[in-house]
């Protein structure tokens, strides 16, 4: 018989029973090796597996009338157990290390050998199934396979940006574990030895692979491993961990089922598998399938879990990306073939990918999109409670959740939108309709505590507009538009606490079950959704979001700290400007062309980019195209070389590159349009922008980038209508390209002096090419163009811009290499022109009748004129023609001071009589006569008194704004002359004109920048004034100029004047060596700050001045106000009076900032992440402790002892400063809350007082939050009425019950600008001074229905019951005092202690009763004594 031949191969009757009883003992684990001569026998024939399974077969079928194999082993005394145990030696040399080529094929052939016998009826009987066994042979597929080796999977891999992803945290470096390092170590001996494997090996082994994958499927078929439930998670592993064994061609087809031999690629038997451990044949109920979906989630994560170990990423490649899509298809598949009992477990699936995801984006978005694959496969009901629980999932703490949540919620939103069937509850229904996912999900997060959730949620918004899908755009409309009733969820939002965020898991954190997931809602959460009906955030009765509103909330993030907020702002605008959600409205083009100037890189880059894509998509439109120019040519001239050539590659695809010639250009053409379209425009509405253009152009001129074929076509463009562009285009390009066709410019200007109406833009370009060229015309063209210019000239009927153009183009043509020859020909001409001007004036300004029929515009012309002529012919101009000038500057009356002073003493203006001439043209005598001393040193000062008494006493807005402007050009001419006049021009930052004060701003900055100006006297405090202008834009310009253009220059401009800023604003003098630079009292005035109505602005400034401090000029402004200030008013230097108390008051109040503390210290701004790495997180920890030692080191040195000896001080003279002292001790003393004692030991008074207050306070915020949580649990919405405050962040601090909307002081969606812990302390601090007094007899209490400051016998300070909510603006209000030794305290007892609000009048001055608690102990104990 050929079985029994086959068999005997085996050598079995050989095999001792000693040695197979010892391998079934060891349980298959550690077995002893099969006699070497033995072995030898068996390897003789390498087909012998082969043979006997090839005989084994036709027993495994159903036939009854197939002989019994184990009737036949038995009658031929053929041991099963020692079958079983050769097998098994030979699978277990598969997993030695580094097996032989011929180790992996025999291990192989015995598995499939084994499990074909496991097939066979009778096997169970037969005890041939083991389980270790049996492990062992699904484990040596993967081993045997060579390229499955730890390491090399190791390389497939990616480290987790998060260690755990249930958790959202990113894990430190975890240590290595011990079966880690043994895994090294054998990776190292396999390099030593290291196994080379052929083609044919390869080959055969994969077909050993092959054939034992498809024995394992057919025994499945038949064989039930329901009691086996280790066995069914090792074969669910093992065909896991094939589906991404090998590449498929094609997509798998799961609906077909073929037979197991007609199946050829792994993943294909691997899928064959997990569909028949679907059945439940091997498991009860749902635990079989329960069991593969677990296993699939991490194919679709894109994860690699082993056994006992965190699940680690895999590197998105093309294989992995095609295994998950093929497990997203098996899994949709077994839903459709399932669908009732698989429902639960894909809503779990679908769970655990949400929960388990990780915050990389390229992995979000494949997540998401698989979410959305699986759950169109859900009917409507289950569809709708998932994305009920999204919503939940939407918000919960954990920031990788809610950035998941915006991913699926963008995926369903491409999908079709469903239609609510009759079996759906109406609770349920809304969850339905795409409009809850744009409002709820995507919109509901655009004020997330987090920057990063806001910005994705801005982005998904915008991704929301670029879907096929129009329910989505139709959505996003309607939040837009004033119908909509979708607002309720975000003013619900807006107000709910921070708290909300903070909900728990019901989940386990580690290892996490394969069940449903139920995320518990904050119980604050709970009641809103409770009360808003569907649970969905949306009220039939709900207030409309209107335009204006949504606009502002674009507008907020467009201006968010955050760089990545503000970039996913510019993106979401411009998909609403590309989409017609909100009009292309100057107003809404200039958020995009604005953030062109942003101080961050990326978001100029990120505008322009938007810029680019918004006029691709609306070219024709007009606004959108100034938009355009007035945000990138600007950029051109960007600090950042990376922002240039961003700005120079939008110009040169959307202009250079579509100047074409002659015979490529089409009207039609919609590229070359807008290039056109762009030029007209330049020459038109935003000529403002040529001086940035031609910026552009002198970079492409050193790059060559203008050819002979490309200044042709510029000439051929000029004969047609596009000829201002054409012109403008060669006005740039003429003095660095290639020789020009003269014949073509000079005919132009032919016809341009013909022409009886000049067009300003055009000619002046003409003459720019003209100048270009004027090196290269003859002698006579030069003659002729000349005789031109000045018959233009001297018509004196040119406008301003071509007087300008003309008097250049002669200084072009008037050059030569002989200087003389240069200059003989411009004292003529220019000399002509200037005698012109001169007689004229005279004409009107010495005849008695002169002025009577004054043209002002002709008057205007000659002024101009002879001011550009005057600067190329300084010989020419006598001393007649600045008295002649100076007259038009006299006024008829000379002006009087309000306050009836008498005016600053100057030099006259003129010797002439007084003269009244209108404004424009005494602004326009200005700029000539400085134009004039531009070139005349002896007389520029003698008029600089006037210039500087002009900008005192002068009314004419016109004239002043150009005295400004010639003062600060005389600056860079003449700047140690102009110094003295600096205080004049910087007294025009507070000037009554917005104009004058940006004006003069801009001037100044570029002076400060050139350093033709320095920071001298009072110049960085008139500055710094001009932080709290009352006009916003002139405050952020002023913000810029100092962080942007002038810090940079001057890193310690900040620290150098910050405690001088504090003595120049409160207007004290008394210091030695603070505020002493000379200034008029007129000038004083301008710029105090003095006073609690200024208080805010001066803090405004500090503010934004500390703000911008190194941690080094923290420390070092701390010590140095300690030592400059503080110290003065304990050694009595300055005197303790009314402003110097000021003064103090302001400087506590400075050391109380936020701001003042280190960055390291005072941890991360409000709305900021937590550090996601661990190590990070440590390394922050570990900064923070060493510099708090140095920090409380140089407090316990400097600071304390003036606290001390200021603190006695102030409470001999009973000073109001005192309570701001003691506020600042309580900010301080914070990050030293257990060590209160230590560090006051010499004032164990003072030492009681402050860790009585930190006490309070800390008492005080546990009952806020309380009342806070009790408060927006029992609260119902409103309707609120429009135009009320919706985002009012105190509005719902003292809410009663009437108020409609009760709002959260702090919202869990909304980024706010709160101050922490240590500015509330310090405010509530300020609100009253504390003030112990003994003992009080009486007893008697307030009556509730007191009126406010009446009380009837009782101590105002004692409530009869406790106050839940203490306003200290109300009189009324207790902190009840528990003692030193953290006694019980009993109401009315012991000494209380009065908070006094600072609006109210202090009683007269009394013996305080001052007993430290420490004192009053001793004294009790002597008592007792």
């Known amino acids: 018989m050929e079985f029994m031949r086959a068999v005997q191969l085996l050598k079995l009757h050989a095999v001792s029973t000693a040695w197979v009883d010892t391998v079934w003992d060891c349980e298959f684990t550690d077995i002893e090796p099969l006699d070497s001569a033995i072995e030898d026998e068996i390897k003789e024939d390498s087909e012998v597996f082969k043979k006997l399974y090839k005989q084994l077969l036709p027993f495994s079928s159903d036939d009854e009338s197939t002989q019994n194999v184990w009737t036949v082993l038995g009658e031929n005394e053929v041991s099963v157990k020692s079958l079983v145990a050769v097998l098994a030696c030979f699978i277990l040399g598969g997993k030695v290390k580094s097996p032989s080529v011929e180790q992996r094929h025999y291990s192989l052939q015995a598995a499939s050998l084994y499990l074909l016998l496991l097939k066979i009826p009778g096997s169970v009987a037969n005890k041939v199934f083991h389980q270790i066994l049996f492990d062992t042979c699904l484990e040596v597929i993967l081993k045997c396979w060579p390229q499955s080796s730890g390491k090399k999977r190791k390389k497939s891999s990616v480290k987790s940006s998060q260690g755990d992803p249930k958790s959202g945290k990113r894990s430190k470096p975890q240590k290595k574990s011990l079966e880690e390092m043994e895994l090294d170590e054998d990776e190292e001996e396999e390099e030593e030895e290291e196994v080379y494997f052929s083609a044919q090996d390869l080959l055969k082994l994969r077909e050993d692979v092959v054939a034992l994958v498809q024995t394992l499927l057919r025994l499945l078929e038949k064989f039930s491993l329901k009691d086996k439930p280790q066995s069914a998670d090792s074969c669910v592993r093992i065909f896991t961990e094939l589906t991404n064994f090998e590449p498929v061609v094609g997509d798998l087809s799961f609906t077909e089922k073929r037979d197991v031999d007609q199946l050829e690629s792994l993943p294909e038997l691997a899928y064959r598998g997990l569909w028949l451990l679907c059945s439940s044949s091997h498991g009860e109920g749902n635990e079989c399938r329960r069991r593969v979906f677990h296993r699939l989630l991490y194919v679709i994560l894109m994860m690699r879990k082993e056994e006992r170990s965190k699940p680690c990423l895999l590197a998105p490649s093309q294989t ?36 388990q995801m990780v915050e990389k984006a390229e ?29 939940n999932y939407s918000q919960n703490t954990k920031v990788a959740f809610r950035m998941f949540a915006l991913d699926v919620a963008v995926a369903l939103l491409g999908q079709d939108e469903r239609e609510a069937d009759e079996s759906l509850s109406p609770d349920l229904a809304v969850y339905l309709s ?13 004020s997330d505590v987090s920057p990063t959730i806001r910005g994705h949620a801005l982005h998904c918004l915008a991704q929301c507009l670029e879907l096929p899908s129009h329910n989505a755009t139709k959505w996003i409309h309607e939040l837009f538009s004033s119908s909509s009733s979708a607002g309720t969820q975000t003013l619900m939002e807006t107000g709910r606490s921070e708290q909300t965020m903070k909900r728990r898991d019901t989940t386990q954190k580690t290892a996490l079950t394969f069940r449903t997931i139920e995320l518990s809602k904050h119980k604050s959460l709970a009641a809103t959704s409770h009360h808003s009906g569907a649970g969905d955030g949306i009220s039939p009765n709900g207030t409309s979001i209107e335009y204006q509103e949504a606009m502002a909330l674009f507008k907020q993030r467009i201006s968010d700290p955050k760089t990545n907020v503000r970039k996913c702002a510019l993106e979401t605008v411009m998909s609403l400007l590309k989409h017609s959600v909100i009009p292309c409205s100057p107003e809404n083009l200039a958020i995009l062309s604005e953030r062109c100037r942003d101080p961050a890189v990326s978001v100029k880059k990120k505008a322009m980019q938007c810029l680019m894509d918004l006029i691709t998509a609306l070219s024709d439109n007009a606004e959108v195209q100034e938009a355009w120019l007035r945000g990138v040519v600007p950029a051109v001239i960007d600090s950042e070389s990376s922002v240039q050539e961003k700005a120079l590659e939008c110009l040169d695809d959307l202009i250079l590159k579509h100047i074409k010639s002659h015979a490529s250009y089409r009207h039609g053409d919609t590229s070359q349009k807008l290039a056109w379209d762009l030029l007209g425009l330049i020459c038109e509405k935003c000529q403002d922008l040529s001086r940035y253009f031609s910026k552009a152009f002198s970079v492409w001129a050193r790059q060559q980038k203008f050819s002979t074929t490309f200044v042709k076509s510029l000439i051929w463009h000029t004969e047609s209508d596009r ?48 100048s270009n060229i004027a090196a290269g015309i003859n002698d006579e063209t030069k003659t002729r163009i000349v005789a031109d210019l000045m018959g233009w000239l001297k018509g004196f009927n040119l406008p301003l811009e071509v007087i300008s153009s003309s008097v250049d183009a002669l200084f072009c043509l008037g050059q030569s290499e002989n200087t003389k020859n240069t200059m003989a020909f411009l004292n003529q001409y220019c000399g002509e022109l200037v005698s012109l001007c001169e007689e004229y004036l005279s004409g009107i300004l010495l005849n008695e009748r002169g002025a009577e029929n004054l043209n002002e515009e002709l008057l205007v012309k000659y002024l101009y004129t002879l001011g550009v002529a005057s600067l190329h012919c300084p010989a020419k101009v006598q001393k007649r023609v600045f008295l002649l000038v100076q007259s038009i500057l006299t006024s008829s009356e000379q002006p009087v001071s309000e306050d009836g002073a008498e005016l600053p003493a100057s030099q006259p203006l003129s010797q002439f009589k007084s003269s009244s001439m209108p404004t424009v043209v005494r602004a326009n005598a200005v700029i000539t006569l400085g134009k004039l001393c531009l070139q005349h040193e002896e007389l520029m000062v003698r008029y600089l008194p006037a210039f500087a008494r002009e900008l005192e006493v002068g009314k004419e807005l016109a004239v002043r704004s150009n005295v400004v402007v010639v003062l600060c050009d005389l600056c860079v001419r003449y700047p140690n002359t102009l110094t003295r006049y600096i205080p004049n021009i910087s007294a025009c930052l507070r000037d009554a004109e917005p104009i004058i004060r940006e004006q003069t701003l801009i001037m100044l900055t570029n002076l400060l920048q050139e350093e033709f100006v320095k920071w001298k006297g009072s110049l960085f405090y008139r500055f710094a004034a001009a932080l709290v202008d009352p006009d916003p834009s002139i405050a952020d310009l002023c913000e810029y100029c100092l962080v942007e253009l002038l810090l940079k220059k001057n890193p310690l401009m900040f620290s150098q004047h910050f405690i001088e800023c504090i003595f120049h604003f409160n207007s004290y003098e008394k210091h030695k060596k603070y505020n002493k630079f000379p200034q008029t009292e007129s000038e004083k005035s301008k710029f105090s700050l003095k006073g609690l109505t200024n208080q805010g602005k001066r803090f405004r400034i500090y503010r934004f001045l500390l703000k911008n401090f190194t941690d080094e000029q923290r420390f070092n402004i701390t010590t140095r106000i300690s030592q400059d200030v503080l110290a003065l ?4 230097e300055l005197p303790l009076d009314a402003d110097g108390a000021e003064l103090l008051a302001d400087v506590f109040d400075v050391l109380s900032l936020k701001e003042i ?23 922050a920890v570990l900064q923070k402790k060493l510099v708090s030692q140095v920090q409380k080191k140089n407090f316990v040195e400097n600071v304390i002892p003036m606290v001390i000896a200021l603190k006695n001080m102030l409470e001999e003279h009973r000073s109001p400063v005192l309570k701001h002292l003691m506020a600042y001790l309580q900010v301080t003393m914070q990050d030293y809350r257990s060590e209160v004692k230590e560090l006051f030991v010499a004032d164990e008074q003072l030492a009681a007082e402050v860790e009585y207050n930190l006490k309070m306070f800390e008492k005080q915020k546990e009952q806020e939050q309380q009342e806070l949580e009790q408060q927006l649990g029992n609260f119902t919405l409103s309707p609120r009425p429009k135009g009320s405050a919706a985002a009012s962040p105190a509005a719902g601090v003292g809410a009663r019950p009437g108020f409609a909307t009760p709002l959260a002081p702090r919202s869990a969606q909304r980024p706010t600008d709160n101050h922490k812990s240590s500015d509330v302390l310090r405010r509530r601090t300020f609100a009253g001074m504390l003030t112990p007094v003994g003992r009080r007899g009486s007893q008697s209490t307030i009556s509730s229905g007191t009126a406010k400051g009446v009380f009837d016998g009782r101590a105002i300070s004692t409530p009869q019951e406790s106050i839940n909510e203490v306003t200290f603006g109300e009189q009324v209000s207790a902190i009840h005092y528990d003692g030193a030794g953290g006694r019980n305290n009993i109401p009315g007892e012991e000494s209380i202690l009065h908070l006094k609000s600072p609006e109210h009048q202090a009683p007269a001055p009394r013996q305080w009763n001052v007993e430290s608690p420490v004192v009053r102990r001793s004294r009790t104990k002597k008592r007792q004594l």
């Open 434 to 446: 795409h409009r809850f996912l744009v409002h709820n999900i995507v919109y509901g997060r655009r």
């Open 320 to 355: 992995v990306l095609k295994a998950r899509d093929q497990a997203v298809h098996f899994v949709s598949n077994i839903v459709d073939e399932q669908t009732e009992a698989t429902l639960p477990l894909l809503r779990i699936l679908l769970q655990h990918i949400c929960h």
């Open 1157 to 1179: 503390k280190l960055t390291a210290m005072s941890g991360p701004a409000s709305g900021d992440e937590p550090p996601e790495d661990e190590m990070a997180a440590a390394k």
């Open 363 to 391: 992995y979000r978005a494949s997540g998401a999109q698989a979410v959305g694959k699986l759950m169109a496969k859900m009917p409507c009901q289950e569809y709708a409670a998932f994305v009920k629980w999204l919503y």
């Open 723 to 770: 000829a201002p562009g054409a012109w403008l285009l060669l006005a740039k390009v003429a003095g660095g390209s290639a020789k020009l066709n003269y014949g073509t410019v000079l005919d132009a200007w032919d016809h341009t002096v013909r022409s009886p109406v000049v067009a300003v833009a055009t000619t002046c370009h003409i003459l720019t090419v003209i």
């Open 1129 to 1132: 008013f304990v050694d009595s």
